[in-house]
């Protein structure tokens, strides 16, 4: 194996000078090599005895030094998978999660004919588009206080021609007297000082997107005290939150007099998303 990435490489060659660099995994390297050669990683097992041509082995060099560096895959190569979409994503927006797609489902499930859905805090616009292209027939509304952020979501939206109509304002502050069936957040929920924050893809990514006071339920909780009134009778808000925040949530919940408040799990057992119906 070659000690050094090299013009004319071979991609099998390629594949393991990466591998071979300290915190690189497997799956980076076929996801960043796969970007600059706009293949697929069938294509490059298939193409393995192939030689890269000068500019490419450079670029793939230059993303495997960043991804060493910390920086997201994601934002490497500028996109996300999320409930079968691909989204453009970059440092201006948090990059959206597996277990996000939990709040898609619980939303989508119950949902009646030409609901009226409001979704805070859209970043990527994500869950709003996701909401929006399963189910057409709602009207989705998606704010954020960030217009660069807004920025991105609008161009998902048109890139997977979603119908979303998106505002700029701080939580409920973009909103007029409209009542919504369903209000749903994924808000920023880790305490400001949690050592995760400087670990990982978290370096990287929007702090306002992730941190939000000293417990991390600040946000939490004006989005609870905000949601009452903006919900019609029957309507429910959908909150995700940290793993070990259930309690907490469904304690803030019950507060504000919502009711049926319950919890439902992520794959790996923890509550992650929390309701309460008005």
């Known amino acids: 194996m070659a000690r050094d990435l090299t013009p004319r490489m071979t991609v099998l060659a390629a594949l393991q000078w990466a591998q071979a660099q300290p915190g690189i995994h497997r799956t980076d390297s076929h996801v960043l090599l ?5 293949r697929d990683r069938g294509w490059l097992i298939a193409h393995g005895d192939d030689a890269l041509p000068g500019s490419n082995s450079a670029h793939f060099g230059r993303l495997i030094r960043r991804r060493q560096a910390g920086e997201p895959v ?29 709040l898609v489902q619980q939303t989508l499930a119950g949902l009646p004919s030409g609901a009226r859905v409001l979704e805070l805090a859209t970043g990527s616009g994500a869950v709003a588009i996701s909401i929006a292209l399963a189910r057409p027939d709602v009207f989705v ?81 004006v ?21 070990n925040q259930g309690d907490a949530v ?20 923890h509550d992650r998303v929390s309701t309460g119906v008005r």
Not at 34 to 38: A, D, I, K, S, T
Not at 81 to 101: A, D, K, M, N, Y
Not at 223 to 242: F, T
């Open 141 to 221: 509304l998606a704010t954020d206080l960030s217009e660069t952020a807004l920025a991105v979501a609008r161009r998902n939206a048109q890139q997977l021609g979603a119908t979303v109509t998106f505002a700029a304002g701080d939580w409920y502050g973009a909103l007029d007297t409209i009542e919504f069936d369903r209000i749903v957040v994924n808000p920023p929920y880790i305490a400001a000082k949690d050592h995760h924050l400087q670990q990982g893809d978290l370096r990287f990514e929007p702090p306002c997107a992730l941190a939000s006071g000293a417990d991390g339920l600040e946000a939490i909780r």
């Open 223 to 243: 989005i609870i005290d905000g949601a009452p009134p903006r919900l019609v009778r029957d309507g429910c808000l959908l909150i995700e939150h940290g793993y």
């Open 74 to 102: 994601a934002y490497l190569i500028g996109q996300r998978e999320f409930f079968g979409h691909s989204l453009s994503v970059g440092p201006s927006v948090l990059i959206p999660r597996p277990e996000t797609e939990l």
């Open 34 to 38: 796969g970007h600059v050669l706009g």
């Open 250 to 269: 469904r304690a803030l919940l019950q507060a504000q007099g919502l009711q049926h408040v319950c919890s439902w799990q992520d794959l790996a057992g």
